[in-house]
């Protein structure tokens, strides 16, 4: 996988928590989904499917059935904005899974987002979702604040999904 093919520098770096190249703009939202080893396991693989994101109601176009390192993806919003990313890493691990991509030519975006959930000690599992960007098309810097906010939303539209699919195999649901 070649570094030449994405649109920034840093490529790799939100495996580094809290990390923000100069000129980028961070994010960090975090979702707690629920509890237990099932619903652990019920969300990484969601997550690690492309499930979560088809749920959410946007095209995903992937070279591959599941996310792993140099996995081409197109993400389209509203049905005409068409983002393409490349998948830099992934982790499967037994308390925490997830996968990161980064943005090629054509996305509206240049940066980067991971998508991680996690198992923490008391058995509560979280989505976190990490990103650094800045516009790169006209039409991405033109929506200024609203831009920033549409990626927020985003994000916590995941963690809101992902609790509805994984809500059967929490044991804490009633």
């Known amino acids: 996988m070649s570094s030449e093919d994405f649109t920034y520098d840093d ?3 939100t495996r580094e928590q809290g990390f923000c190249p100069p000129g980028f703009r961070a994010m960090d939202v975090r979702t707690r989904i629920g509890e237990g080893w099932e619903v652990f396991r019920r969300a990484s693989e969601a997550l690690l499917t492309w499930e979560m994101h088809r749920a959410l109601g946007v095209g995903i176009d992937a070279t591959a059935d599941r996310a792993a390192p140099g996995v081409d993806v197109t993400v ?3 049905g005409v904005i068409k983002a393409p990313c490349r998948v830099i ?3 499967e691990e037994p308390r925490r899974a997830g996968w990161a991509y980064g943005t090629l030519s054509g996305h509206p975006e240049c940066g980067e987002e991971a998508f991680v959930v996690d198992r923490t000690g008391d058995g509560t599992v979280w989505l976190t979702v990490t990103a650094f960007s800045r516009p790169a098309t006209w039409y991405a ?3 200024g604040p609203a831009t920033r906010g549409l990626q927020a ?3 916590r539209r995941c963690g809101k999904v992902l609790q509805r699919l994984c809500a059967p195999y929490s044991e804490d649901s009633t």
């Open 141 to 143: 810097r033109a929506g």
């Open 89 to 91: 890493w992934t982790v």
């Open 11 to 13: 490529v790799g770096a």
């Open 76 to 78: 389209t919003l509203a």
């Open 153 to 155: 939303a985003y994000a």
